[in-house]
């Protein structure tokens, strides 16, 4: 059956639009445009945009979200940091089980779609149970999360990950691990179970997620990755502490990504966490070799990361992209603008990460998210063209915020004149999942979520 959409202005591959008409086929993807159409059939829209990839997800610390706010006691709260938020995570995720992920995914993916995300790629690594034992099905926490994405409607990309060691040179363990930890026999079943799961679903790609440098060696990575054939991306958390730097070249006496580079073909199917401290060279390399520098700005103020060299990058052409990561803020809008807004305070200076294709700070920003968000989630997506899968967002033109502003104009007043989510439908594979910022199962999705906190909590 055909879906067909008519928008008075849409943001298409090429660039703004008037009175488009859009057909999406049986199988969710985008058959045929026309621009300058009057309107014949179908929902008719104001402003249609695509709808935004979330490329980096812990779907298990949505339930934490803010409880890591509690400074140490005295003595102790000069030295808080990531280290320390690292614990009260683990202590928090050594009670969850398959069915607490399934309903704490299903509200996290309600929020992302009604936020105009349409996509996430899933950073998974509760792999076993309370114990450290596998699970009958070794990929069971992960097929938790992706039938949850399945419930709700959003595009999935599964980033099952690979987690062996507790520290660089293959340091044992913390107990607070053993949930994580895999050999290369075990990650390879969790990975070929997902990909036959979903091998018949069109909104769900999988990838694999080496979690970082510290958790893995590269004889290991090395082995999993010639084992894997049809992987739609490569994640890895890098350079996101300065202690991580320093413990890497203490290590190998070279830098993460320098390492990273040095030891793999890192291309466009890799997408780098964080790499927050990187220094020229690591930089340019990372622009160059065309991979996706996964940025979430919110999660890394809120664990006191620093600020990507985002400057350097984007005048190399660097792909990058958005995630919500710890979801301390489920919002691209928030993302985006805290990714302008951080280079702003760096600098001192206004309307940073332009471009020569647009002086409009809010465009630039969506359009390298979009491009940035595909290709880290190996679908194709965050493109209104034939052939893509329809997967829009719109807009609330009548919105005060936005009320009278056009196109790019449009665009920079969304992201930066306020905090009121103006996403008014969401649209993944052209299914209609919000309507007028309404969820059809959200209700009993808020329901479950708020019976598994009272079990945590227990």
Same mark, same amino acid.
């Given at each position: 059956?055909?879906?067909?959409?008519?928008?008075?202005?849409?943001?298409?591959?090429?660039?703004?639009?008037?009175?488009?008409?859009?057909?999406?086929?049986?199988?969710?993807?985008?058959?045929?445009?026309?621009?300058?159409?009057?309107?014949?059939?179908?929902?008719?829209?104001?402003?249609?945009?695509?709808?935004?990839?979330?490329?980096?997800?812990?779907?298990?610390?949505?339930?934490?979200?803010?409880?890591?706010?509690?400074?140490?006691?005295?003595?102790?709260?000069?030295?808080?940091?990531?280290?320390?938020?690292?614990?009260?995570?683990?202590?928090?995720?050594?009670? $969850?089980?398959?069915?607490?992920?399934?309903?704490?995914?299903?509200?996290?993916?309600?929020?992302?779609?009604?936020?105009?995300?349409?996509?996430?790629?899933?950073?998974?690594?509760?792999?076993?149970?309370?114990?450290? &034992?596998?699970?009958?099905?070794?990929?069971?926490?992960?097929?938790?999360?992706?039938?949850?994405?399945?419930?709700?409607?959003?595009?999935?990309?599964?980033?099952?990950?690979?987690?062996?060691?507790?520290?660089?040179?293959?340091?044992?363990?913390?107990?607070?691990?053993?949930?994580?930890?895999?050999?290369?026999?075990?990650?390879?079943?969790?990975?070929?179970?997902?990909?036959?799961?979903?091998?018949?679903?069109?909104?769900?790609?999988?990838?694999?997620?080496?979690?970082?440098?510290?958790?893995?060696?590269?004889?290991?990575?090395?082995?999993?990755?010639?084992?894997?054939?049809?992987?739609?991306?490569?994640?890895?958390?890098?350079?996101?502490?300065? *202690?991580?730097?320093?413990?890497?070249?203490?290590?190998?006496?070279?830098?993460?990504?320098?390492?990273?580079?040095?030891?793999?073909?890192?291309?466009?199917?890799?997408?780098?966490?964080?790499?927050?401290?990187?220094?020229?060279?690591?930089?340019?390399?990372?622009?160059?070799?065309?991979?996706?520098?996964?940025?979430?700005?919110?999660?890394?103020?809120?664990?006191?990361?620093?600020?990507?060299?985002?400057?350097?990058?984007?005048?190399?052409?660097?792909?990058?992209?958005?995630?919500? #990561?710890?979801?301390?803020?489920?919002?691209?809008?928030?993302?985006? *603008?805290?990714?302008?807004?951080?280079?702003?305070?760096?600098?001192?200076?206004?309307?940073?990460?332009?471009?020569?294709?647009?002086?409009?700070?809010?465009?630039?920003?969506? #359009?390298?998210?979009?491009?940035?968000?595909?290709?880290?989630?190996?679908?194709?997506?965050?493109?209104?063209?034939?052939?893509?899968?329809?997967?829009?967002?719109?807009?609330?033109?009548?919105?005060?915020?936005?009320?009278?502003?056009?196109?790019?104009?449009?665009?920079?007043?969304?992201?930066?004149?306020?905090?009121?989510?103006?996403?008014? #439908?969401?649209?993944?594979?052209?299914?209609?999942?919000?309507?007028?910022?309404?969820?059809?199962?959200?209700?009993? $999705?808020?329901?479950?979520?708020?019976?598994?906190?009272?079990?945590? &909590?227990?």
């Amino acid at each position: 059956m055909t879906t067909r959409i008519w928008a008075a202005t849409a943001l298409l591959s090429s660039g703004w639009a008037e009175s488009v008409a859009i057909e999406v086929d049986d199988t969710g993807n985008i058959a045929s445009i026309s621009s300058d159409q009057p309107y014949a059939s179908g929902e008719r829209v104001e402003i249609l945009l695509p709808a935004i990839p979330n490329v980096h997800s812990h779907a298990h610390q949505r339930a934490m979200s803010g409880l890591g706010e509690r400074a140490g006691t005295s003595g102790e709260a000069a030295k808080d940091s990531f280290w320390t938020w690292r614990k009260i995570m683990y202590h928090y995720l050594q009670r $969850i089980q398959p069915e607490h992920l399934f309903h704490i995914s299903a509200q996290l993916y309600l929020e992302m779609l009604k936020a105009g995300y349409s996509c996430v790629g899933e950073f998974q690594y509760l792999h076993h149970d309370l114990n450290g &034992a596998a699970y009958a099905n070794r990929a069971e926490m992960s097929l938790q999360c992706m039938q949850a994405a399945q419930q709700v409607g959003i595009g999935f990309t599964a980033l099952p990950v690979l987690y062996r060691y507790g520290g660089f040179g293959g340091a044992e363990p913390l107990d607070g691990q053993k949930r994580f930890l895999n050999d290369a026999d075990g990650f390879i079943d969790i990975v070929t179970s997902l990909q036959q799961a979903s091998a018949t679903d069109a909104n769900t790609a999988v990838g694999i997620a080496p979690h970082s440098l510290r958790a893995i060696n590269g004889e290991l990575l090395g082995e999993v990755i010639a084992a894997l054939d049809n992987l739609a991306a490569i994640h890895v958390h890098i350079a996101e502490q300065t *202690r991580e730097v320093d413990d890497c070249l203490a290590w190998s006496r070279m830098r993460p990504v320098e390492w990273l580079f040095d030891h793999f073909d890192v291309d466009p199917r890799w997408c780098l966490i964080h790499a927050t401290h990187m220094n020229d060279a690591e930089t340019a390399a990372m622009a160059q070799s065309g991979c996706v520098a996964g940025l979430c700005p919110t999660t890394e103020a809120n664990l006191g990361d620093g600020f990507f060299n985002a400057i350097d990058y984007f005048e190399q052409d660097g792909c990058w992209a958005i995630g919500s #990561d710890s979801h301390i803020s489920i919002d691209p809008v928030e993302e985006l *603008r805290w990714l302008e807004y951080g280079q702003r305070l760096l600098t001192r200076r206004r309307n940073v990460l332009v471009s020569p294709r647009t002086a409009n700070t809010g465009r630039n920003l969506l #359009d390298g998210a979009l491009t940035g968000g595909a290709r880290a989630c190996g679908r194709n997506i965050g493109s209104i063209t034939c052939g893509a899968r329809a997967d829009f967002i719109v807009l609330d033109d009548q919105h005060p915020r936005l009320y009278g502003r056009q196109q790019d104009d449009l665009l920079d007043s969304w992201i930066f004149s306020g905090n009121d989510n103006l996403v008014r #439908d969401v649209y993944v594979g052209g299914n209609k999942l919000i309507d007028h910022g309404v969820h059809a199962n959200e209700d009993a $999705i808020q329901r479950n979520y708020r019976t598994t906190l009272d079990q945590l &909590a227990n």
